[in-house]
């Protein structure tokens, strides 16, 4: 009988524990069919992160061309590290003569105005000796335009200027260089100058600094010819500031800097995805001239817009607005 009781009593934990095998087996089967492999579940955040609901706009290519939207392909590139100066356009030290009387006299004509071109040897005025009352004449001295004229008939001439000339095809950029710059900035170094008035646009290379410190803005003072018919709306005394490259690195994702817009609190590109462009978000790193290095978002070989991007995102915009 005792027996029998001990049997009856182990039988029933082994068919206990066994029910709470299975029992623990199916909640685990169940739990694995609810949830994904971690493989799995990379792969869908993955999937999740690419199909996120950034706007898009249809490409239409004429239009795209006539707003002058041009697309490139994003790669490799340079990052430019600049350091922005302002100054000033100016004559070249030998483009610009001052004329004055040789000998002291009464002015008899005067021939020449200001703005009037002259060619070298020109006669400008002509004036009495005091001395010998010879009349003598004054030449220009070099080809160029009136840029002064100080005299006039009768005025008695007394050593000061009586005209200045420039040839305003000899120009030259002069940058004011702070203290704290001066270890960056040496003569070879490429500038980009830019007008004021974003018009006047060209590209240079440092010819020289000046060991001296201007008088006025104290600061050294970097030229850079400017080239025949580089920039013809360029004339002396126009403000200007030259970006000047510093240094150069290597990255392995670039995009112009002008590709890159603000969107929905995010930095984006708009990259070509069939027959759209949809804002991609993208990690930005370094900046330089006119690029920037993408480290996030987008791969090398993707098509991209390149210049004028701001007029997809009002496309965007409009489009939004609009539904």
């Avoid at 030259?172 to 490429?190: K, M, P």
């Avoid at 030259?242 to 603000?262: F, I, K, N, R, W």
Wanted: some cysteine.
């Amino acid at each position: 009988m005792n027996n029998r009781i001990i049997i009856a009593s182990i039988a029933s934990l082994a068919v206990a524990v066994m029910l709470a095998a299975c029992v623990k087996n199916g909640d685990g089967e169940a739990l694995a069919a609810d949830e994904p492999a971690a493989g799995e579940k990379e792969h869908a955040e993955k999937e999740e992160g690419h199909d996120e609901d950034m706007p898009r706009v249809e490409i239409d290519a004429a239009a795209l061309e006539a707003a002058g939207v041009k697309l490139a392909k994003a790669g490799p590139g340079l990052i430019r590290e600049t350091l922005t100066l302002t100054g000033r356009i100016m004559l070249q030290p030998s483009a610009r003569a001052e004329v004055r009387a040789p000998y002291q006299g009464v002015v008899k004509s005067v021939e020449k105005n200001i703005g009037d071109m002259v060619a070298r040897g020109d006669i400008l005025a002509r004036v009495e000796s005091a001395e010998s009352l010879q009349t003598y004449s004054l030449k220009a001295p070099i080809a160029g335009t009136v840029l002064e004229r100080a005299t006039n008939v009768g005025d008695v001439t007394d050593g000061v200027p009586l005209f200045l000339i420039g040839d305003l095809q000899r120009l030259q950029a002069e940058l004011n260089v702070v203290t704290h710059d001066t270890d960056r900035i040496a003569a070879g170094q490429t500038v980009t100058i830019l007008g004021l008035d974003g018009e006047a646009r060209f590209t240079g290379t440092i010819a020289s600094v000046l060991p001296v410190t201007d008088a006025h803005s104290q600061t050294l003072i970097a030229r850079v010819a400017v080239e025949l018919g580089d920039v013809k709306s360029l004339r002396p005394g126009m403000a200007i500031r030259g970006d000047v490259v510093v240094g150069e690195t290597e990255a392995a994702l670039v995009a112009p800097a002008d590709a890159v817009q603000s969107l929905e609190g995010k930095q984006v590109v708009f990259v070509q995805e069939g027959e759209a462009l949809e804002a991609r978000p993208v990690t930005l790193g370094r900046s330089g001239a006119g690029a920037v290095e993408v480290t996030g978002g987008l791969e090398a070989g993707e098509i991209l817009v390149a210049e004028n991007a701001f007029l997809v995102k009002a496309e965007i915009g409009k489009g939004e607005a609009e539904h």
